[in-house]
């Protein structure tokens, strides 16, 4: 007779250490996103370096407390996301007391707070725009700087809409699942990696456009 040393392994425990696709997929596109900023950042310093007086003048415009409350509120919103991540992984997509009882918050929950810190930050970073372009006559065709400045953060606002519009898409799968699984539970991870990245980008975007005048 075989020993039982021998016996092959259960088929299963091959798969058990495989490394989750979707979120190797989800890392090598965010790393082409990351490069796709790092040209953007590229393109900043270089016009930044050859325009200094320019730089200068219009960096003086913009309202540097009033975009920190708003990177304050975006960075809120990734520690209310990492919540729903928790909740997913614990098989919990919606919350199991009172609304105010946000130790007892399910993924849904916190995800619909994540989007709604999210649509502030956009709103206020519109906002930012409008009085940029109607009050200090800074425009996308102004000069070099305002090319750079619009393109920058209005590329990263386009990235903040994709992630809300994706968090839409999480709460509306749990919404829909009969049974909330690993499934659900793997989008919502992936799209926290999404959420995360966006955030940090804007903190370098932060520091580099409001702080590094």
């Known amino acids: 007779m075989t020993s039982a040393t021998n016996a092959p392994a259960p088929a299963t425990s091959a798969t058990l250490n495989r490394p989750n696709m ?3 997929g989800t890392m090598v596109w965010l790393a082409s996103e990351l490069m ?9 310093f270089s016009l930044r370096a050859a325009l200094p ?9 913009l309202n540097v407390p009033y975009a920190l409350v708003n990177t304050i509120i975006l960075v809120s919103s990734s520690v209310t996301a ?3 991540v928790w909740r997913a992984e614990e098989m919990q997509p919606r919350r199991r007391g009172g609304i105010f009882s946000f130790g007892k918050w399910g993924m849904i929950e916190w995800f619909y707070l994540t989007f709604v810190l999210g649509a502030i930050f956009v709103g206020v970073q519109a906002f ?3 009085t940029l372009v109607n009050h ?7 000069n070099a700087y305002g090319s750079v400045f619009y393109l920058t953060t209005g590329f990263h606002g386009l990235h903040v809409v994709g992630g809300l519009l994706a968090f839409l898409l999480i709460i509306g799968r749990a919404y829909l699942a009969k049974r909330f699984g690993q499934f659900e539970a793997t989008a919502a991870i992936v799209v926290s990696y999404y959420w995360h990245f966006v955030d940090v980008v804007w903190i370098a975007l932060f520091s580099v456009i409001y702080f590094l005048k």
């Open 36 to 44: 796709f900023f790092a040209g953007l950042f590229a393109m900043y």
């Open 53 to 61: 007086q320019e730089w200068a003048e219009e960096a003086a415009k």
């Open 82 to 84: 990492q919540f729903g």
């Open 22 to 24: 979707v979120s190797i």
């Open 136 to 142: 200090e006559e800074l425009s996308i065709s102004t």
């Open 128 to 130: 930012e725009f409008a």
